[in-house]
């Protein structure tokens, strides 16, 4: 009996195709895509509330250049943090603990990447643009990244490379920053200080065996951070109102998404802080999940009502 023909649709993928996809894939894990999406998001944010005219080129350079330069700075805090990232459950699965990639190749891919997005920001939009996204990789990687092992101090400090996004994006629009920037800024540094003590509670026994210096492995009872979170997000609901209070936005639309979303995080801040012992795991879930839900909404109704106002 004559065997059948086959089938070229559901041959198997040869072995080298294959590991060239598992390697595309490690090193798109490399550039931590969830975390590189929300700096270039929000950088995307900062140009467009800037209500420019919008010039596509410079749109395109800064869409690119940030995603490079938000890739490089994963990369590179890998390639920095490779050793400690043994140590934890849920880092040790990487690209670099798992030898998928050589520490020498990350390096490359990480300076090739930061190299190439700071220079297309700063040629592509302007020079402060550039060099807020220099400024960016440098406090990340050379600042925040060091002193997670060092002081508690840690989240609060890395909240600041955290916030430069928008600033960047505005810089890329109008080659200045403009005080609404510098409030996306102050909005982008609160909402990060509750969602990190979330983070850092979840996963406290990982970040105790990495070594971390993090306020709930310093403090156990996760006081420390619950305070942390109630008072920023309090800080951010008077923050987050101000655009509507000095007329850059309207109350109808921004002011009213930020005054629902602000009391929502805050709730949900407070009950992180009101519970205690096994209650605060439960209350740091639902206080990620609102950091979460919280900046799409605002940061969506901003630029919504900045572009029908403008």
């Known amino acids: 009996m004559r065997s059948s023909p086959s089938n070229p649709s559901i041959d198997r ?25 929300l700096s270039v998001i929000t950088a995307l944010v900062g ?6 005219q919008r010039d596509g080129s410079v749109f395109l350079s800064l869409l690119i ?20 990232d043994r140590h934890m459950a849920r880092t040790r699965d990487r690209p670099l603990p798992s ?30 643009a550039g060099a807020l996204t220099l400024a960016t990789l440098v406090s990340y990687l050379l600042v925040y990244t060091p002193l997670k092992r060092v002081t508690a101090w840690n989240t609060l400090i890395g909240a ?6 928008p600033l960047i994006g505005w810089a890329a629009a109008q080659g200045q920053i403009a005080p609404l920037g510098w409030i ?11 969602h990190f003590m979330a983070i850092a509670w979840l996963y406290r026994e990982d970040y105790a065996q990495g070594g971390f210096v993090m306020s709930t492995v310093t403090d156990p009872s996760g006081q420390a951070a619950a305070r942390q ?21 309207s109350w109808l639309l921004y002011g009213l998404v930020a005054l629902i979303c602000g009391l929502g995080y805050f709730w949900t801040a407070f009950r992180f802080w009101r519970v205690g012992g096994e209650q605060r795991t439960p209350a740091s879930r639902k206080l990620f999940l609102a950091s979460i839900a919280y900046l799409p909404f605002l940061l969506g109704a901003l630029v919504i009502d900045r572009w029908l106002i403008g």
Not at 47 to 52: F, L, Q, R
Not at 65 to 84: D, F, H, I, M, P
Not at 160 to 165: S, T
């Open 13 to 37: 993928v040869s072995p080298a195709s294959w590991a060239d996809r598992m390697a595309l894939r490690d090193y798109w894990e490399l550039t931590k895509p969830r975390l590189s999406l």
């Open 47 to 52: 140009y467009m509330a800037a209500d420019s």
């Open 65 to 84: 250049g940030t995603s490079l330069a938000a890739g490089a700075a994963g990369a590179l805090n890998q390639w920095l943090e490779r050793e400690v």
């Open 99 to 128: 030898e998928a990639i050589s520490p020498q190749a990350a390096l490359t891919f990480g300076l090739a990447l930061g190299i190439a997005g700071v220079t297309l920001v700063w040629l592509g939009a302007n020079p402060l």
């Open 160 to 165: 600041v490379p955290g916030a430069l996004p």
């Open 184 to 194: 996306l800024f102050g909005i982008l540094f609160c909402w990060q200080i509750p």
């Open 229 to 249: 979170s109630l008072a920023h997000s309090l800080i951010l609901l008077g923050i987050s109102l101000l655009p509507s209070l000095l007329g850059y936005t």
